[in-house]
């Protein structure tokens, strides 16, 4: 059975510092995977998706992702933290079988520091 | 170009009673999925509706079901409420195809609370 593991239900950096936001996945076969982020009362955005191109994803608002297989990882960095990145964070998993189901993880509440 | 919209915003029921969620996709999206986000958790997937017919369910109960309309738009309706169904449900739209190849865009979210 395909679920996603995030590593810390708050994580709290400085503005200008690096986020680093953790997600472990499991998977019987190639996964899908994403990384959504949910600005308080609004619904989801993609923040960007990995599906077996390159390793390193590039995502919208200088976030990226990298698919390391061998850890079965796929953590969400971002260089320089700006206030408006405070948010929800969830990193999600599917695969070819389900294809239209989307496993959520229980989400990483980002918060930033003036 | 109007994104998901959902209604209403807010709801509160009381237990046993029936509600109905409502959802108009995106424009040109054709396909519809319902999740149920309780508190500090995240979005669990409870059914997708394509062509007007249920294409994947997860693991919800029957006292959920859904519809789909000709123009696209989704009910999702819970029947016999109970408290642990308080929760933020999300709908959300993609063109056909799988969730690999197309974006699921998400509406706001129906805060139900029931009492």
């Known amino acids: 059975a395909q679920s996603v593991t995030q590593l810390g239900s708050h994580v709290s950096v400085s503005e200008g510092a690096l986020v680093l936001l953790r997600c472990n996945y499991s998977?019987?076969?190639?996964?899908?995977l994403f990384w959504y982020v949910q600005y308080p009362n609004q619904g989801l955005q993609l923040l960007l998706k990995?599906?077996?191109?390159?390793?390193l994803v590039k995502g919208i608002n200088g976030f990226e992702a990298e698919f390391k297989k061998s850890e079965t990882s796929f953590h969400l960095t971002k260089p320089s933290a700006h206030m408006s990145d405070a948010a929800e964070y969830f990193c999600?998993?599917?695969?070819?079988?389900?294809?239209?189901?989307?496993?959520f993880g229980s989400g990483t509440r980002l918060s930033i520091r003036p | 170009d109007a994104g998901v919209t959902q209604s209403p915003t807010h709801l509160i029921k009381t237990r046993g009673q029936q509600v109905t969620l409502r959802c108009s996709p995106k424009?040109?999206?054709?396909?519809v999925s319902w999740y149920q986000q309780a508190l500090g958790q995240g979005p669990q997937f409870i059914f997708q509706?394509?062509?007007?017919?249920?294409?994947q369910r997860g693991n919800f109960p029957d006292r959920f079901s859904g519809h789909q309309f000709p123009n696209y738009s989704s009910e999702l309706n819970v029947n016999a409420l109970l408290l642990g169904d308080s929760a933020l449900y999300l709908c959300?739209?993609?063109?056909?195809?799988?969730?690999?190849?197309?974006?699921?865009?998400f509406g706001a979210g129906t805060r139900l609370s029931v009492l």
């Open positions: 959300a739209s993609s063109l056909g195809g799988t969730v690999q190849q197309n974006i699921q865009y």
């Open positions: 998977s019987s076969v190639p996964p899908y």
């Open positions: 990995y599906t077996s191109a390159a390793t």
């Open positions: 999600a998993v599917s695969d070819w079988s389900s294809a239209s189901k989307i496993i």
């Open positions: 424009s040109g999206h054709d396909t």
């Open positions: 509706y394509y062509e007007e017919e249920e294409r």
